[in-house]
């Protein structure tokens, strides 16, 4: 599983110059940041899985007629283990893909979740007309304040309840 030219370090092409070498250090740098995002990294395995399944049909595909071929089962076919080869690898990309589309799931979920209970949302921008004003970001506090006191309450009185019933 190779990582995109430039994304680990490994430089993409031939020594450059001047305002090449500035170009080419920002797409190496856009390049960094969208292999991290999760969506991302499985577009790119995507690509592997595609030649991965096809590697694995073609290996297949000759693994079978050499035994349509041969007509011999008793015989061990040196085609298998290239087969079972291609299939680890296939599974292996398949796997990445589902560790990055349930990693991009979490991070929804948690965005989801980090919106609803923040009433006014924080920006990036600091001259943005979006961003809170202190008075808002102390009143976000208080109320997440109040929700920590809430549950807290909640696992005590749940806590106790336990310990009446075990007595």
Do not use: W
Request: hydrophobic share 35%.
């Amino acid at each position: 599983m190779a990582a995109p030219p430039g994304a680990q370090g490994i430089p993409a092409g031939p020594p450059q110059t001047g305002e090449a070498q500035a170009s080419s250090a920002q797409s190496q740098q856009q390049q960094q940041q969208h292999f991290g995002d999760p969506i991302n990294k499985a577009k790119i395995y995507m690509s592997q899985l595609k030649e991965n399944l096809a590697k694995l049909m073609k290996v297949a595909a000759a693994s079978f007629q050499n035994a349509v071929d041969s007509e011999s089962k008793a015989k061990e076919d040196p085609g298998q283990a290239q087969f079972d080869k291609c299939l680890e690898d296939f599974y292996a990309v398949c796997d990445q893909i589902e560790i990055f589309l349930k990693l991009s799931l979490e991070c929804a979920i948690h965005s989801a979740e980090s919106s609803r209970h923040t009433p006014h949302p924080q920006t990036a921008k600091p001259n943005s007309l979006d961003t809170q004003l202190y008075s808002q970001l102390i009143s976000t506090v208080k109320t997440q304040i109040s929700c920590a006191q809430e549950v807290h309450d909640l696992l005590m009185e749940c806590s106790k309840r336990l310990e009446e019933r075990k007595s």
